[in-house]
C-alpha cells in the first residue's frame, strides 16, 4: 500500500512522473503499486545520476516501528557484504535505521500500512543509500538537529544521521509524491 497515492490510478502516474523528474525513474513501470495483490515490478530507482551503482540490497517494509530490527539486520549484512568493517556498518546501521524512524514517526505520522524504502547501491569505495517515503513533502528547511546542549530526549536523528555518514541529501518529490534521503558512506 501506498499511502496518498493508492487512491487513484492519477494519482499513481503522478507519483511516477514526480519520481522521474527527481531522478528516481521506475524500471519497469508498475513501480506504484496500490495494494497487497499488486505486486511492484521493481524499485524507484535513481537512473538519471552518476551515482546509478550496483542494487546491493532494496528493503520494502511497512511503516511499523517493530519492523525496523528486521530492516537493520537486512541493512547490516548488506553493508557487510559490500566490504564494510564493523565500525563503517555501525555507522550505516545508525543512520538508516534514525531516518526509517523519522519516516515512520514523521513522513507517516505513526500510521502502519504506508511503505519505506531503503535502496542500498554500490559504487567503487562508497555505499549510497536511499531511504524513501509516500508521506507528505516534508518542509525541508525545518529539517535539522536541534541544539546539542538543550538536555530533552528526541531530536537527535538528523545529527547522528549526518555525523554517521559522508554525505546527506534531503529532497521532497513534487506534486506531493513523497519524500528521499540520499546517504553517502565512504567503505572501510
Request: charged content about 25%.
Amino acid at each position: 500500500m501506498w499511502g496518498r497515492l493508492s487512491r487513484s490510478r492519477g494519482c499513481r502516474h503522478a507519483a511516477k512522473k514526480a519520481l522521474c523528474l527527481w531522478g528516481y525513474a521506475p524500471l519497469v513501470s508498475g513501480v506504484l503499486a496500490v495494494s497487497s495483490t499488486e505486486k511492484p515490478a521493481r524499485s524507484a530507482a535513481r537512473v538519471c545520476s552518476e551515482r546509478v551503482g550496483e542494487r546491493v540490497v532494496e528493503i520494502r517494509f511497512p511503516s511499523q516501528p517493530d519492523r525496523l530490527r528486521t530492516m537493520r539486520a537486512a541493512v547490516s549484512d548488506a553493508a557487510a557484504a559490500s566490504g564494510c568493517g564493523e565500525a563503517c556498518i555501525r555507522d550505516i546501521v545508525i543512520a538508516v535505521d534514525e531516518a526509517c524512524q523519522n519516516v515512520i514517526r514523521h513522513a507517516y505520522k505513526g500510521q502502519p500500512g504506508h511503505d519505506v524504502v531503503v535502496d542500498m547501491r554500490y559504487i567503487p569505495d562508497y555505499l549510497v543509500i536511499y531511504v524513501i517515503d509516500f508521506g507528505p513533502p516534508a518542509n525541508i528547511d525545518k529539517i535539522k538537529p536541534r541544539p546539542l546542549d538543550e538536555l530533552r530526549p528526541g531530536g537527535l536523528g538528523t545529527h547522528f544521521i549526518k555525523e554517521c555518514m559522508d554525505e546527506t541529501e534531503f529532497r521532497a518529490l513534487p506534486d506531493g509524491a513523497g519524500n528521499i534521503l540520499e546517504m553517502v558512506k565512504r567503505i572501510y
